[in-house]
């Protein structure tokens, strides 16, 4: 029996990412995985036994929670902050510089995730995302409505379901985009600062 190689595993690992991150995984094949990592289709079976399989070694469900985790993180920065205090938060800027650092990192395993993994484990990736964030933020408002830092009026739920749907679709679509890394973040440190004055409005 042929020994299978680690570098010949190694490749079909990288080259399905890349693929993956560029046409979704769904829209990619494992014959075209194969072949761009240069071996024939049959032989890529012997590494992998088929695409979902093949998924789960590129991004395992320990890469997802680390993923959720940062998100998490990040969000709770804002706990208990008025719309000023968020504005000139140094902890926030630096939470956002590390989310940043986490998703270039990352870039690759992340667009595969975001754009969908339809029929996997992992396919509910972007919708879990949406709700934790949308469960946090809402939750943050309630806290303040019972403070003194903001007006008494919850905003409606499904107003932030719209915000944080735009916000999610966008920050993807920036971090597909064909740029530097450094217009990449300029673009994306826009997009918060956006997003932070209109969610004052709201509190």
């Not at 190689?5 to 995984?25: C, D, M, N, P, Q």
């Not at 890469?63 to 804002?78: D, G, H, N, W």
Request: with cysteine; charged share 25%; proline share 1%.
């Amino acid at each position: 029996m042929q020994t299978l190689k680690k570098s010949v595993r190694h490749s079909i690992e990288k080259t399905a990412l890349k693929l993956f991150a560029a046409s979704g995984y769904e829209n990619t094949t494992m014959a075209e995985v194969a072949a761009a990592a240069g071996i024939s289709t049959g032989n890529i079976y012997r590494y992998h036994a088929n695409k979902e399989e093949l998924l789960y070694a590129i991004i395992p469900e320990s890469f997802v929670e680390i993923c959720l985790q940062t998100i998490r993180s990040k969000v709770a920065l804002i706990e208990g902050m008025s719309s000023r205090q968020v504005a000139g938060s140094k902890e926030l800027r630096l939470g956002n510089e590390r989310l940043l650092k986490f998703l270039f990192a990352h870039r690759s395993k992340i667009l595969v995730l975001m754009r969908g993994c339809a029929g996997t484990r992992l396919t509910d990736f972007r919708n879990v995302v949406r709700q934790t964030v949308i469960d946090s933020v809402f939750e943050h408002f309630a806290s303040l409505a019972k403070s003194s830092l903001s007006r008494k009026k919850l905003p409606d739920r499904i107003l932030l379901a719209v915000i944080y749907d735009n916000l999610i679709c966008a920050a993807t679509s920036i971090l597909g985009a064909d740029a530097t890394e450094k217009c990449l973040r300029e673009a994306f440190k826009g997009l918060l600062a956006y997003h932070l004055n209109g969610m004052a409005a709201l509190c």
